[in-house]
């Protein structure tokens, strides 16, 4: 298992992963213009020449919004994205980021408790933020 920096060579894996777990995928294109962007990071997770995880993230300023976190089915609940969200946080540290914010779904209850085990805090609900309909909670963890 190794973790390392997205590489453009990266990109269909990523995207196939992406398609595997949600219902409101980033296509190949959107993966690409964040990963192009000078104020984007990214991780993924290794293991066997296969791409299991990722995430990444975008850094303004002292403030950084994690985008992405996705954990390959066969491969969730055993660590992977906590181990993302640790490269991710630590990256943000590194880069003098204050504040890390992310949105996930109210019913990605095993993702909330990853965010919530990682420090991360509930603000405020967005009603109706996903495409479905589905509300989103934004949450925040504070660093220094």
């Known amino acids: 298992m190794s973790l390392r920096a997205w590489e453009i060579r990266d990109l269909d894996d990523i995207a196939a992963i992406e398609a595997e777990c949600f219902t409101d995928p980033w296509t190949r294109r959107m993966l690409a213009d964040s990963f192009l962007s000078d104020r984007f990071e990214g991780v993924l ?3 066997e020449g296969n ?3 990722y995430g990444g993230m975008g850094i303004v300023m002292d ?6 976190v996705a954990v390959s089915e066969m491969f969730r609940r055993c660590g992977r994205g906590g181990k993302i969200m ?6 943000a540290k590194e880069k003098g980021v204050k504040k890390v914010f992310l949105e996930v779904r109210v019913s990605n209850v095993p993702a909330q408790i990853l965010y919530l085990k990682k420090g991360f805090r509930g603000l405020y ?3 109706r933020y996903y495409p479905d309909g589905e509300d989103a909670v934004v949450m925040m963890k504070e660093i220094g």
């Open 86 to 91: 640790d490269a991710l946080l630590a990256i």
């Open 45 to 47: 997770l290794e293991e």
């Open 63 to 68: 403030e950084a919004e994690i985008q992405l």
């Open 125 to 127: 609900c967005r009603t």
């Open 51 to 53: 791409i299991v995880a």
